[in-house]
């Protein structure tokens, strides 16, 4: 899996995704529908637009902390992650995972857990030592999938922007092991 970091700007129109990148998301994230039903991200689940997509990610890349990672297999779109650097609550020492999705057409083949840690080795590369991410508390396979990670339920509260009932995970993420000679 190779990860590629998301370049653009914050334009609401979407101008800046070449057309086939922005057509590739937009089916990614409307194979994710169950998702989308139970997060309410997006107005009908069942049409997800381009441009509404682009708007997502435009907010996304507003905050300059924020990074957006497309995860290529075999060259093809498999999924998407948006991280934080930075939690907006200055108490939050963690950077955070704010979006791990993966085509449902490659559900249970492992492109899931080799995305969650690329995206911890880019953490562990800056210097982090623990990530945190929100499970909406309606979401059960979310929860087991990132339990079976490792993650551990550290707090419970409403997420910022929609104030919907999460569980807030945690992992430490230990140094990485020096390379066998």
Known sequence: MILDVLKGSAD?????LPGPLLTELTALYAANRDFHALSGDFPDPDDIRPEQVARALADELANPDTEVL?????GRLVGIAVTLARHPDPADPDPWIGLLMVDPAVHRQGYGRQLAALVEDRFRAAGRDGVRLAV?????RALAFWTALGYEVVDHRADRR?????AVLRRALPPAEPAAH
């Open 12 to 16: 609401p129109d979407g101008r800046d």
């Open 70 to 74: 497309l995860a290529r297999s075999a």
């Open 136 to 140: 909406l508390d309606d979401n059960p």
């Open 162 to 166: 929609l104030g919907r009932p999460c």
